[in-house]
């Protein structure tokens, strides 16, 4: 399936965190320690956009054969390519090897987080920068713009990469 899954030219936010919101990467104060050209990378997107990425996620079947909470994802055989990661030593190094470049979009979903959480719409270099922080929670989903590949953070440290669909086992 060619393109994006969703258009982002459509979806709206802030480059700033909500201020009384916690989110993946921290708080505002964490936040606005980072550089400014990695704040410019990050799009915490307004309810309305929130929705309509979570609404397109859950068209398809992106955690294939998961149980629904994390604990079995990719695993109904919908991409061609898993890898899994246990734990915080070079968990960078991992992400990096992935061979995704720097600067696709990518999607960071909270798998439980309030319905008022924001999606955030960043790119995988700030994933990589980032991922102590972004792996360290609750669970979470990112997903790349093309949904060629999908990531899967379980609060237990254990990530789960995906790559290579296969459209014809996904929904629409």
Request: aromatic share 12%; charged share 20%.
């Amino acid at each position: 399936m060619p393109g994006s899954f969703i258009d982002i030219s459509n979806l709206t936010g802030s480059h700033q965190p909500p201020v009384d919101q916690w989110t993946v990467l921290g708080g505002p104060e964490e936040f606005a320690a980072m550089p400014l050209t990695h704040q410019d990378q990050i799009i915490f997107l307004d309810g309305p956009s929130t929705q309509t990425v979570y609404e397109a996620f859950n068209r398809r079947d992106l955690l294939c054969g998961d149980d629904g909470w994390g604990n079995r994802p990719f695993r109904g055989g919908c991409y061609k390519t898993v890898a899994q990661h246990r734990g915080d030593a070079d968990l960078k190094k991992w992400l990096y090897q992935r061979g995704l470049p720097f600067a696709d979009n990518a999607f960071l979903l909270p798998a439980f987080a309030a319905k008022d959480a924001p999606a955030i719409l960043t790119s995988w270099k700030i994933v990589v920068k980032y991922a102590p922080e972004i792996f360290s929670g609750d669970n979470i989903v990112v997903v790349g713009e093309t949904v060629n590949w999908c990531l899967h953070y379980h609060h237990d440290g254990v990530i789960t990469f995906a790559c290579e669909p296969d459209w014809t086992k996904m929904g629409r």
